[in-house]
């Protein structure tokens, strides 16, 4: 179990979270993905939240070319839903060769 | 003899875990019981439930389940190697000893809806995670030799996929639930991801219950069991306890 302090400090992130976090939309959904915090962290972003969601971020579409921004967006994967397929020593053709 | 084995995941005490399999078999009649004992030698040994396997592997006796990345590796092979001698089980339920069944014949219906779903493997809370901000798949992404089994394993054209599922119960056909069995190395990662994605890579079809996803969470408990009953629960996940009366 983490110590008190650690247990506070995530406490109170948590309660910044819920009042100042930014509202994430899962961009396949459309539906709400929760609240975070992004904060620049040597040369990354901490994403504080979303604990909830299961999404991936990248890059979003753009209908007009921009050179000057892009958006970032959250996506989740949709629900699996993966036919059979047969083990690899039954694939009719034989494995590439390089 | 039945078809379908329930197999019950159990550390308890031996009374506690002969009064679960009682009441498994009581509402299961179609189904034959296996106790896993996942305890120690010495309760195995005083069980009365017969039949039952013992499970040595130290990887389930974890503590911090996710950080130490508790493996069934152990547990999948003692029931593989249980039913090895026996032909006729086709299926398998896996369930922990804190699942509740509130259908009275919950094999029977699991075998219904993994036919109507045309899979082999199906499960609660089945997600795709690769990519995301999950934290046991950012935990595993880390690690070369879990990306190395997948692919060595992988039949599928997209061996990125990575699956998770919750590990308190699950219900397999039985070449699907053998064959994750018996993949060597696959010890080291935690259950609830590597299943999943095991089964899947080998070239099964894994399906989610949504439906009942509710009524089997990771967390929490449930007071009233019948109004889950009411509510379209046919099994429930009270987290570690088991009601000494079910509906």
């Given at each position: 179990m983490a110590p008190p302090l650690h247990r506070a400090a995530k406490a109170l992130l948590r309660a910044l979270v819920a009042i100042a976090g930014a509202k994430v939309t899962d961009?396949?959904?459309?539906l709400p993905a929760g609240k975070a915090l992004f904060i620049p962290w040597r040369g990354k972003l901490l994403v504080i939240g979303l604990e909830n969601a299961r999404v991936s971020p990248a890059f979003l579409p753009q209908p007009h070319l921009t050179y000057w921004r892009q958006d970032l967006g959250f996506s989740s994967h949709p629900e699996p839903d993966f036919p059979h397929e047969p083990p690899a020593h039954c694939h009719p053709l034989p494995p590439p060769t390089h | 003899m039945n078809h379908r084995l329930t197999a019950i995941l159990s550390h308890l005490p031996p009374t506690e875990s002969d009064r679960i399999a009682a009441a498994w078999q009581a509402s299961c009649p179609d189904s034959d019981i296996l106790l896993v004992c996942g305890g120690s030698q010495d309760s195995f040994n005083a069980l009365?439930?017969?039949p039952k396997v013992f499970v040595s592997d130290p990887?389930?006796?974890?503590?911090d389940h996710q950080r130490e990345r508790q493996s069934y590796q152990g547990v999948f092979s003692a029931i593989s190697a249980f039913i090895?001698?026996?032909?006729?089980?086709k299926f398998i339920h896996f369930t922990e000893f804190d699942c509740v069944p509130l259908h009275h014949n919950l094999p029977l219906w699991l075998e219904n809806r993994l036919e109507s779903e045309n899979a082999d493997v199906l499960g609660c809370r089945l997600s795709r995670i690769d990519g995301t901000n999950h934290p046991h798949f950012l935990y595993h992404a880390a690690d070369p030799a879990f990306h190395s089994l997948i692919h060595q394993t992988s039949?599928?054209?997209?061996?990125?996929v990575v699956l998770s599922m919750l590990g308190c119960m699950s219900f397999w056909k039985r070449n699907a639930f053998d064959a994750v069995a018996n993949v060597?190395?696959?010890?080291?990662?935690y259950l609830e991801l590597i299943i999943p994605t095991l089964a899947h890579h080998l070239g099964f079809r894994v399906r989610n219950l949504p439906d009942q996803s509710p009524f089997v969470k990771p967390s929490g408990s449930f007071k009233n069991l019948a109004l889950l009953q009411q509510a379209g629960a046919v099994m429930a996940h009270p987290v570690k306890t088991f009601p000494t009366h079910t509906p």
């Open positions: 961009q396949r959904t459309g | 009365e439930s017969s990887r389930l006796r974890t503590r090895a001698p026996f032909p006729q089980y039949s599928r054209s997209d061996p990125s060597p190395d696959a010890s080291p990662f």
